[in-house]
């Protein structure tokens, strides 16, 4: 299948600083990705979805002034937490449409982990 | 996208087959079966899906009801690494505009030893 890979796999930070996460698909062009994330012991929610070269569809309740999302290359989106605080440590994950099959399957990243202290 | 019913969890000894049901009574005609599963904290996995026969790869077979009001995932030979929780999810799958999977809560599944 098609991978997709996401980087960094954990990051720690400070209250009040900005994380960037990056979304790779590495053997396909992904036309679409989407962003999840998911608290401890709970699935994982949907927050918003990106097309290439074109502006996020947040999910309601998700503020896009603060997870900023840019899907500016077929291969690469970035989700920026931007004053991050410790509600929004969690779980981000990522996944990635468009890989020439028509029917537009799924291939989602590792996660990537993200602790505000 | 229809709704679907998984029981929070289930163990399964090493070894054996593990069955994994999913209740999707109000699913549309045109309206696939996908399984998913996350082994902790990691990204979901694809597993199989199907639309009204039978399936089976490399790593499951999903059987589905003639009425397909429901299916089973089964994984004939359970081992430690499949401990994971287990999504039934059911969605359109067509040529287009992608769209996002919708999880539920998912089957938690143990392997044991």
């Known amino acids: 299948g098609a991978v997709v890979s996401q980087h960094p796999s954990r990051v720690i930070c400070k209250s009040g600083t900005s994380v960037k996460i990056e979304c790779r698909s590495l053997d396909f062009q992904a036309t679409t990705m989407f962003w999840y994330r998911q608290f401890p012991k709970q699935s994982l929610m949907l927050m918003a979805t990106?097309?290439?070269?074109?502006?996020?569809?947040?999910e309601q309740g998700v503020e896009k002034d603060k997870f900023l999302i840019n899907h500016a290359s077929l291969t690469l989106s970035t989700l920026t937490v931007t004053s991050a605080h410790p509600e929004d440590s969690s779980f981000y994950i990522c996944?990635?449409?468009?890989?020439?099959?028509?029917?537009?399957?799924?291939?989602f990243g590792p996660g990537t982990r993200l602790t505000v202290l | 996208d229809a709704k679907t019913t998984q029981p929070p969890s289930m163990d399964c000894a090493e070894g054996r087959a593990a069955n994994l049901p999913c209740n999707h009574s109000?699913?549309?005609?045109?309206?696939?079966v996908y399984w998913y599963r996350q082994i902790h904290s990691q990204g979901p996995q694809y597993i199989i899906h199907?639309?009204?026969n039978n399936e089976t790869n490399e790593m499951a077979s999903l059987i589905i009801t003639e009425d397909r009001k429901s299916s089973t995932l089964i994984l004939p030979h359970a081992t430690l690494r499949d401990t994971a929780v287990y999504y039934c999810i059911v969605r359109v799958r067509f040529s287009g505009s992608a769209r996002q999977l919708t999880f539920g809560s998912g089957t938690q599944l143990t392997v044991l030893p």
């Open positions: 199907g639309l009204k």
């Open positions: 109000t699913i549309s005609g045109n309206e696939y």
């Open positions: 996944s990635a449409s468009g890989g020439g099959s028509s029917y537009n399957e799924q291939f």
């Open positions: 990106s097309n290439e070269g074109s502006k996020a569809t947040y």
